[in-house]
């Protein structure tokens, strides 16, 4: 007996009833933040653009220059740190524990023994003096440490004249640089709402004395406040890396779908490496390594999924107008 090919298993799929019902449900409705543009429309210009571009392809080469910013990226904001400390966490109450929280948000955020690779290498950074911050070695460092979201950048570029522009390299270098310490000061500024937080909770406990359920309560509106703060790191990227000619809106499917898929992934790889993982018996040292690039690997992915969405949406946007316009005139 001859089984059916691919080609006509395809064919049967797409005659049943209630694929078909599907499509046709997509094809006339439209979701919160698409601009009226249908599901079907938004989906089809996603699949055409990921055999188009090779996202995979496109991750890796973001998760590299990513990997070769991390330390640029650590030198050039800790650098910043005594500043930091004189001007602004001296004058918080809990501020001598910022250290401590930053370490503990990095090993929450990153898998493995990723966020120890991390740690040691901030401790040797703080700890030895640094030449100030017009020293050729800072600015050089600012240099490197934008190279990732420069990469991310060029990745973001499109070909669709109505929806996106070109920028000069200048433009683009001096962006990157902006958004490079746009989103440190977004890591800086989790951490010391975690300090407030908990010194706010503790004059709580003091005056009022907490139950369990309130302090459950506040906990989770901590989380809930630095997750915000991770939403608008994600927004900020797709509002000013992109080159759209209209600006994506701070609230975009994009940024919510990459939100989500980040922390999910986080979360699932962290608790893979610490369970199921062997990279450190296999590859010893070396493996933590292999880690970090993984994760950035996901979530450089999760980045692009997350613009080649707004990216559909806008185009199919701009398209639409175009045929009304026509229309009209004709």
Known sequence: ?????????????????????????????????????????????????????????????????????????????????????????????????????????????????????????????????????????????IWFASNGILTMMNSFEKSYKQTFKRRSALRKRVLAIGLTFLLGSLLFASIILVIVGNLLVDLLDDYVHLDRFSEVAIALLRYLIILALFYTGMALIYR??????????????????????SILSSLGFSFYVDNFGTYNKLYGSIGTIIVVMLWLQINSFILLAGYELNASIAVNRDLKAEREEEEDEG
């Open 1 to 141: 007996m001859k089984l059916p090919s691919l080609k006509e298993w395809k064919q049967k799929f797409w005659s049943l009833p209630i694929v078909a019902e599907v499509l046709q449900w997509s094809k006339e409705k439209s979701l919160p933040g698409f601009f009226k543009v249908p599901i079907f429309d938004v989906v089809v210009f996603i699949l055409n653009e990921i055999k188009r571009y090779a996202l995979i392809m496109k991750a890796n080469s973001m998760a590299f220059s990513f990997f070769l910013s991390l330390f640029p990226s650590i030198i050039a904001l800790f650098t910043l740190l005594p500043y930091l400390r004189e001007y602004l966490i001296a004058h918080i109450p809990g501020g001598e524990n910022f250290m401590e929280y930053l370490y503990r948000e990095i090993n929450l955020l990153l898998p493995g023994n990723a966020g120890d690779m991390l740690i040691q290498t901030i401790e040797d950074i703080t700890t030895r003096p640094r030449t100030g911050l017009l020293s050729l070695g800072f600015l050089l460092a």
């Open 240 to 261: 000013y890396a992109a080159a759209a000619r209209k600006r994506f809106h701070f609230f975009t499917p994009g940024a919510t779908l990459a939100t989500i898929l």
